[in-house]
């Protein structure tokens, strides 16, 4: 049967079962690998089949590079395949005019997927024309994420690289049960709004193992994110790993059970940052640890910040907002490139609660640093330098 269907394309077709998988090669429906003609059709036309396949599917692509010239998604609603992997070797490549890209909000889009798999490879947004548009002041568009995961489940991203982003290399949202292991993300640290990963409204997402320097956070976790666990990261250039911004709605989901461990701050703007806005909110984070990290001339190795008010516009500076609450600081050291590296501003409304300070040792200069509390309440113990605001 699948002989009958591929008979007028079977010169230029590579397609093979192996343990039960078939695989397609990009090439094999008119990619091409020179970076210069567009290869969107062709890659639709492989995820087609693969998702119609009854068998687990592989999308093999090549050494080289392939232009995709506009928006692509791969939906996977309609999907009979229980597993699909893109198994990348070579290179994705936006064009390098901003616009053909700009106003489409995510590049490259995988819509309610189920046990998609994407493996290797770089992705090259071409950033660099749509920051010098913004740097200039002149009227620009937005931008576009390079990889966008929205509704989706059981997904898995390793060893994929992320090269110069136009707005967010890569954005889960809505997801539930996503691994990002050996991420590898640059941009440079000017580069505006190109936060690694970005995590919204997302239930159980796991990030290992991966180097992010980019223009803006490292990680950035947004409303609505529970069961967030984060290792061995290294982070910077960049804003660091931050919860937040949050507060923006009055009406608006928590943030949950995060851990973030064994992470390495290089330069960075801030190590282990919460951040929320100066304005009414139902919002809240709870139950975060923050473990084992190492700061090397970091601006604000550990900073909450509550009034967040950036150009102080949009915000009423109200005394309620988001609720932070459980949050656990333990076996933090290094140095800060500012003399406060412990900052907690909370809000009189809504202080800081069950803050747990633990083993922090951070130097200014060669010198102890200092740390500022406001309305921040918890505990301290172990060796603190800092000594302790709480």
Not at 131 to 152: E, F
Not at 167 to 174: R, S
Not at 207 to 222: F, L
Not at 279 to 298: E, L, P
């Amino acid at each position: 049967m699948v002989t009958k269907l591929f008979v007028p394309v079977c010169i230029f077709l590579l397609f093979h079962y192996s343990q039960g998988k078939v695989t397609y090669n990009v090439l094999s429906f008119g990619a091409k690998a020179n970076g210069r003609l567009d290869s969107r059709s062709a890659f639709l036309k492989a995820w087609g089949l693969a998702c119609a396949s009854r068998n687990p599917a592989i999308i093999y692509v090549p050494v080289g590079r392939y232009l995709i010239g506009s928006a692509i998604t791969f939906s996977g609603q309609a999907c009979k395949s229980k597993a699909i992997t893109m198994k990348i070797d070579g290179t994705l490549v936006a064009p390098s005019t901003y616009n053909a890209i700009g106003n489409a909000q995510v590049w490259i889009k995988f819509y309610r997927t189920n046990r998609v798999t994407i493996s290797g490879g770089t992705l090259d947004a071409q950033g660099s024309s749509l920051w010098a548009c913004k740097s200039s002041r002149k009227t620009c568009p937005k931008g576009s994420t390079t990889l966008g995961i929205y509704h989706s489940q059981n997904t898995v991203i390793s060893n994929l690289r992320s090269l110069n982003s136009q707005m967010f290399h890569i954005l889960v949202y809505a997801c539930t049960n996503v691994k990002l292991n050996g991420v590898s993300i640059s941009a440079p640290d000017l580069s505006p709004n190109t936060d690694g990963i970005h995590l919204l409204y997302s239930k159980g997402v796991t990030i290992w193992n991966s180097k992010i320097s980019t223009g803006d956070d490292c990680i950035s976790i947004g409303p609505g994110n529970s069961n967030v666990w984060i290792e061995k990261v290294v982070c910077g250039p960049g804003h660091g790993i931050s919860i937040g911004s949050l507060g923006w709605n009055a009406k608006e989901a928590g943030v949950q059970n995060v851990t973030v461990k064994t992470a390495t701050f290089i330069g960075s703007d801030n190590g282990f940052r919460i951040k929320t806005w100066a304005r009414r909110s139902n919002g809240f984070v709870k139950d975060v640890r923050f473990q084992h990290a190492r700061m090397v001339n970091v601006k604000n190795p550990i900073l909450i910040d509550a009034n967040y008010c950036p150009n102080n516009k949009n915000c009423p500076n109200q005394v309620s907002g988001v609720k932070i609450s459980n949050v656990v600081y333990e076996d933090v050291h290094g140095t800060s490139a500012t003399r406060v590296a412990v900052k907690f501003d909370c809000k009189r409304g809504k202080p800081c609660t069950g803050i747990r300070l633990k083993d922090v040792n951070l130097k200014y200069g060669g010198q102890p640093a200092v740390s500022s509390c406001s309305f921040a309440a918890g505990t301290a113990s172990g060796l603190l330098q800092p000594t302790s605001c709480l």
